[in-house]
């Protein structure tokens, strides 16, 4: 069996698991009641984790009680990639993750969005995250994967350099033994830099600085706010090179199982979600400051262009990019 004859039949084998965990007799059938886990790796305070409870009280409400959910945060179903695998599978549960995670099923342009400073702000990342050009990516990845995206507009703020120095230079990470995720984007971006990339999971973390397996990670202040790194590394670099195209996607046989109205609300509330995780991000960020100063950590400025220099290579870095793509997402970021 070839590995598109395999797809083909993962997925439809998918749809039938769906169908019978959504309690649906046949796709023409009319939607039952329907129960959805929702995963995340983050903790429960996390904004994106509270966020997202919020959303699926919304969903309920809306559809009288046909979708509910259960909340599983701080890698309770395991990591992200388990939460993904079960969903390819057909079951009927929602991951939190990011566009350039997703990138590794099928459709590698989707890590370009994450590259380092390719939005300005938040309304550019919203414009982007829903152009036609990110929907034929999505749709892609429903074929590919049998993922369905929700919404990727989840932005909880840019990220900063956090660790036991400040890094106002990029010469100043040469050695530096820092946590990357195991996401090609995060490697592609840091290596060029001189770092000691270190594979350490968002739940690990917090252990691995204290212990000094890593002197240095990146993330944004609301996420270091709810992970409480700040309490075992004292100086932020406020550099900004990303805001992750975050947010929640499905198993497609299980969205394309709940009927067509019940798909809308989801796409809606999950997009209005974002927005909202967006505005109170923004928000708190002078307050998570102060409380970071007041808890004994130094806020450090960057040379941004310098930065901007010395990440400028990533956009070259993927071979298997069609020409003319960062172009192309630039243009769907800024309307032109």
């Given at each position: ?55 699926a009280d919304r969903i309920t409400q ?133 770092v000691v990339a270190t594979t350490v ?136």
């Open positions: 069996m070839s590995w598109s004859e395999f797809n083909l039949t993962r997925r439809a084998l998918g749809g039938l698991a769906a169908a019978a965990a959504l309690g649906l007799a046949a796709p023409a059938a009319t939607a039952q009641s329907v129960t959805i886990r929702i995963a995340s790796v983050n903790s429960p305070t996390a904004e994106s984790v509270m966020t997202a409870q919020r959303v809306r559809t009288e009680g046909r979708v509910t959910f259960q909340l599983f945060p701080s890698a309770q179903l395991g990591t992200t990639a388990d939460s993904l695998e079960q969903a390819s599978q057909g079951q009927p549960i929602i991951t939190y993750t990011s566009a350039s995670f997703m990138a590794r099923y099928g459709v590698p342009e989707l890590a370009v969005v994450e590259g380092p400073f390719v939005v300005a702000n938040n309304e550019e990342g919203e414009r982007l995250a829903f152009s036609p050009l990110m929907q034929g990516y999505y749709d892609r990845l429903a074929g590919t994967a049998g993922i369905r995206v929700l919404a990727l507009n989840w932005f909880d703020g840019a990220r900063h350099m956090i660790g036991s120095a400040p890094y106002p230079n990029p010469s100043d990470l040469q050695g530096v033994k820092m946590r990357v995720p195991p996401v090609e984007t995060w490697i592609r971006t840091f290596e060029p830099l001189g999971e968002a739940a690990e973390a917090y252990s691995a600085l204290a212990q000094g397996v890593v002197t240095a990670a990146e993330s944004p202040l609301t996420g270091l706010r709810a992970s409480r790194w700040y309490e075992v590394a004292k100086h932020i670099t406020l550099t900004g090179h990303f805001n992750l195209f975050t947010g929640w996607v499905m198993s497609e046989a299980a969205f394309q199982a709940l009927s067509e109205g019940d798909r809308a609300i989801l796409l809606e509330e999950f997009r209005k979600g974002g927005q909202e995780l967006s505005a109170a991000s923004e928000a708190l960020a002078g307050t998570i400051r102060a409380e970071f100063e007041a808890a004994g950590v130094t806020f450090h400025e960057a040379d941004l262009d310098a930065y901007r220099a010395a990440t400028a290579g990533f956009y070259s870095a993927f071979p298997n990019w069609p020409p003319g793509l960062f172009e192309q997402v630039r243009a769907a970021a800024t309307g032109q």
